[in-house]
């Protein structure tokens, strides 16, 4: 994928691709034998840039939608908020296949159909393409959506839908080993009529705010929100791992890594290699998870109600993968985290912003209740774009940015809303301390 321009700048950053099983795509015209990557090790090699910002996008499954986001993100850390530094930055957007819904399938009205906003043929098409183009879920799917289409107002599933079900979440090899497990295997065991009548309580008859979460088709979302999770990690793991560690073997610049949504098990799987075992060449700068649908306690040391387990990326902290600081931002008014995360596990919603320590919930997402069951972590706001953070090394910050992120009418809510000054503004200055805390350690 090529460089983009920033509209009404003259900055520029490059689009890096993955495919959903985190390989390169390899026919980018600007690359070297189809491969940007290479590109960018040739440039890194011949002109080091002081500071390299890497971004990992959500739920957008497009170059176009990925672009747009990149656009927005970058523009406002560029133009908006002050450099940390006299820096020469290359900024680089990892674009991958990620898209479990649409809110134009999510609506709700008085037909099947028509509610629907896309016909049902085009939309088993699409989870087709989203999910994988394999004989077992392209069965499993017809039976699906037949039902779908026969018995849209059901209240309980039909039993052959119910397995049909089963047999598509064995096909996608999704685990269910609880909380602690790895990013897309952290859910309780699937049950098809539990998901099913999950959702319809949570659509509560009428769609959550206006959007269908509910019906047959509820359990699909369910599956296909999991899916995404494990590709992220697959993804952050393999290709994305693979990339950074090649920049940091090719020059000595600060890496700061910026996740969103899913996006966030993509960094936090770059930072934990494979299995969550491995390390890169050397520690990163700093690292921003922005409305992460990622687990609260993936980093924990140890998980209460989980018999005292540790999260799947608890290594990132015991190893000191990140030099700077980790900053996390939550807010009350992102329904796609808030309420879609612990539907997707399979349990009763569990949306409550200002839980207590005691009451934190087994399954819910850092972009609601920020990094939980770590000992550097600290509680706060996101400032406005002129707010001074006082960020230390190696410790966590959870900034509540309710009073930002608060914009969307659609199904996700805010979750989206994360293009402000303010974020840049933290972005900016996470990336500084980092900067500074890595400097001081090569002069020790």
Same mark, same amino acid.
């Given at each position: ?29 600007? %690359?070297?034998? @189809? ?9 890194? #090699?011949? &002109? =080091?840039?002081? $500071?390299?910002? *890497? ?119 999704? %685990?269910?080993? @609880? ?9 309780? #065991?699937? &049950? =098809?009529?539990? $998901?099913?009548? *999950? ?246």
């Amino acid at each position: 994928m090529p460089y983009c321009k920033i509209p009404g700048t003259t900055s520029r950053y490059a689009l890096l691709g993955f495919d959903r099983k985190g390989r390169e795509v390899d026919d980018d015209p600007h %690359g070297v034998d @189809g491969l940007m990557s290479e590109e960018l090790l040739r440039g890194v #090699r011949q &002109d =080091p840039p002081r $500071s390299i910002f *890497l971004f990992s996008h959500g739920w957008k499954g497009d170059v176009p939608a990925a672009v747009d986001q990149y656009n927005r993100w970058i523009k406002a850390l560029i133009e908006r908020s002050p450099a940390p530094e006299p820096e020469h930055a290359l900024y680089i957007g990892l674009h991958w296949p990620s898209l479990p819904w649409g809110d134009d399938e999510l609506a709700s009205a008085g037909s099947f159909e028509a509610g629907l906003g896309v016909g049902l043929e085009l939309l088993k098409q699409r989870y087709v393409e989203r999910l994988e183009d394999d004989e077992r879920i392209r069965s499993a799917l017809d039976v699906i959506f037949e039902e779908a289409r026969a018995n849209a107002a059901a209240m309980t599933l039909d039993p052959l839908a119910a397995k049909a079900y089963m047999r598509l979440n064995e096909a996608l090899e999704l %685990g269910a080993e @609880g909380a602690a497990a790895a990013p897309g295997d952290d859910r309780e #065991r699937f &049950d =098809p009529e539990q $998901s099913f009548q *999950l959702a319809q309580a949570a659509a509560g008859g009428a769609g959550f705010g206006g959007f269908d979460v509910g019906g047959v088709l509820g359990p699909l979302r369910q599956l296909s929100f999991w899916t995404m999770k494990k590709r992220a990690r697959i993804i952050g793991e393999s290709g994305m791992y693979d990339f950074i560690a090649q920049i940091q073997r090719a020059c000595p610049a600060h890496i700061h890594l910026m996740g969103h949504s899913f996006g966030c098990i993509v960094v936090s799987s770059v930072l934990g290699g494979r299995d969550g075992r491995g390390t890169l060449p050397r520690a990163v700068a700093s690292v921003v998870l922005v409305q992460g649908a990622l687990s609260l306690w993936a980093y924990a040391s140890a998980i209460p109600k989980a018999a005292g387990h540790p999260g799947y990326f608890r290594g990132v902290i015991e190893r000191g993968i990140v030099k700077g600081p980790i900053v996390t931002t939550r807010s009350s008014f992102d329904r796609a985290v808030g309420m879609f995360y612990p539907l997707a596990a399979g349990v009763a919603d569990q949306f409550d912003f200002g839980a207590t320590s005691e009451e934190l919930p087994l399954y819910g997402g850092i972009g609601t209740f920020g990094i939980c069951g770590v000992a550097n972590a600290e509680n706060g706001k996101l400032l406005d774009q002129t707010g001074a953070y006082d960020f230390k090394p190696g410790m966590v910050y959870n900034l509540d940015g309710s009073r930002f992120i608060r914009k969307g009418d659609g199904a996700s809510g805010a979750h989206s809303d994360i293009d402000g000054p303010e974020i840049a503004n933290a972005i900016r200055q996470a990336a500084g301390a980092g900067a500074l805390a890595t400097a001081e350690r090569k002069n020790i």
